[in-house]
């Protein structure tokens, strides 16, 4: 890794992070909630500044005034202060945070996040997840556009109807060219795209699949494609050649939105691939092997680095909607068992299971750094 590509990693990190806590603070405003302070990074403060416009200002978020007059006007020194924002850098570009008024403590104010309703803060914490997704769909959009044809020059969108057999093809004696493929092992397939990822995903083994042949859908059982190996990881290969379908608004707006939910898709299938053992601890990777990753995939080219930031960011909002103490999908779990009980939870019961699930989360990161740093000597 050069100093580059690890400059570039934190640039992307830190954009991600940013558009992450972006989301939150947005809404979080909108609906009126003060926030104490909206940082990026962690760690020590490299600089900070405060905002202009007070939060809050129709609540009394102090202490009652004293009655000694000169008290009075000291506190009123201090109220613009306490009513504004502060936008903070820190130091360790590995996350971020957005300090909301009564998110962790108890405050009367109307400006508290927990004297918002359940749906508000719902809401308020689906921001985060939803606002990676959501760029993670812009950029698909982009890297769609930019993907052309090696000879032509133009964009290309790959269909699921076979277009010819490469030498030597396995499925070849199943398979035919014009089939449609619509389904792997029923899963629902649309685009070229989508049906590579999934022959490769599961076509280690035979695979069921559904094709539209002769204008009749067909039900073809354990067809076989080439295997392939990596790091020990088994996969199938697709030995054929797809056909391009035409470049349309319609068609455009079709790729870029089934290749983004074939991402989130793929992000669940690896969750799963490493809860059942198929995948090990090695398929993991930390900010080391993530940064290691987007220099290879610069050097590939612009379109391989843009697909890993997709990956990277649409992840990011997948795994904080997991339901999983100290990310915003254990917060919203806790607010959904309140919307159903109608009451909120003990808060210093719901903070002890957030600082366990923190410590856990800090545990599984120290031992994946060990593993990238140690990759990086041994190959």
Not at 153 to 168: C, D, V
Not at 187 to 209: C, K, S, W
Not at 246 to 251: A, D, L, M, P, Y
Request: hydrophobic share 45%.
């Amino acid at each position: 890794m050069t100093a580059l590509y690890v400059l570039l990693a934190l640039l992307v990190f830190g954009l991600l992070v940013l558009i992450h806590e972006l989301g939150h603070f947005l809404v979080a405003k909108a609906f009126g909630v003060g926030i104490r302070e909206f940082s990026i990074g962690m760690g020590p403060k490299i600089f900070s500044w405060k905002g202009k416009k007070k939060w809050g200002e129709e609540d009394e978020l102090r202490q009652p005034a004293a009655t000694d007059p000169d008290a009075a006007e000291d506190e009123d020194e201090k109220e613009p202060e306490e009513r504004v924002t502060t936008y903070s850098l820190r130091a360790m570009p590995i996350g971020g945070y957005v300090s909301m008024v009564g998110e962790d403590e108890e405050s009367e104010s109307s400006a508290s996040f927990e004297k918002k309703s359940v749906w508000k803060r719902i809401a308020i914490v689906l921001a985060g997840p939803v606002m990676n997704v959501l760029l993670g769909a812009i950029l698909m959009l982009i890297l769609v556009l930019s993907t052309t044809h090696p000879e032509t020059g133009k964009t290309l969108l790959l269909s699921n109807r076979i277009g010819a057999f490469q030498e030597g093809s396995v499925s070849h004696a199943v398979l035919q060219v014009e089939d449609q493929i619509v389904r792997v092992n029923g899963v629902r397939v649309h685009t070229g795209n989508e049906l590579v990822y999934e022959i490769m995903n599961q076509g280690y083994e035979p695979l069921d699949l559904t094709v539209i042949r002769n204008g009749e859908e067909t039900l073809l059982e354990d067809v076989v494609f080439p295997g392939m190996e990596a790091e020990g990881i088994a996969f199938g290969s697709a030995d054929f050649k797809l056909y391009t379908e035409e470049v349309t608004f319609g068609n455009v707006i079709k790729h870029t939105f089934f290749r983004s939910t074939s991402t989130v898709k793929m992000i669940f299938d690896q969750l799963g691939a490493l809860l059942t053992g198929r995948f090990g601890l090695n398929a993991v990777s930390g900010p080391i092997g993530v940064t290691e990753a987007m220099g290879d995939a610069a050097k590939d080219g612009f379109s391989s680095f843009l697909n890993l930031v997709i990956i990277i960011t649409i992840n990011l909002g997948v795994f904080n909607l997991l339901p999983v103490p100290a990310l915003d999908g254990g917060r919203l779990l806790f607010l959904l068992i309140e919307a159903i009980v109608r009451r909120p939870l003990n808060k210093k019961i719901e903070g002890y299971i957030n600082f366990a699930g923190l410590m856990i989360l800090f545990a599984i990161m120290i031992i994946v750094t060990c593993k990238d740093i140690v990759g990086l000597f041994i190959r």
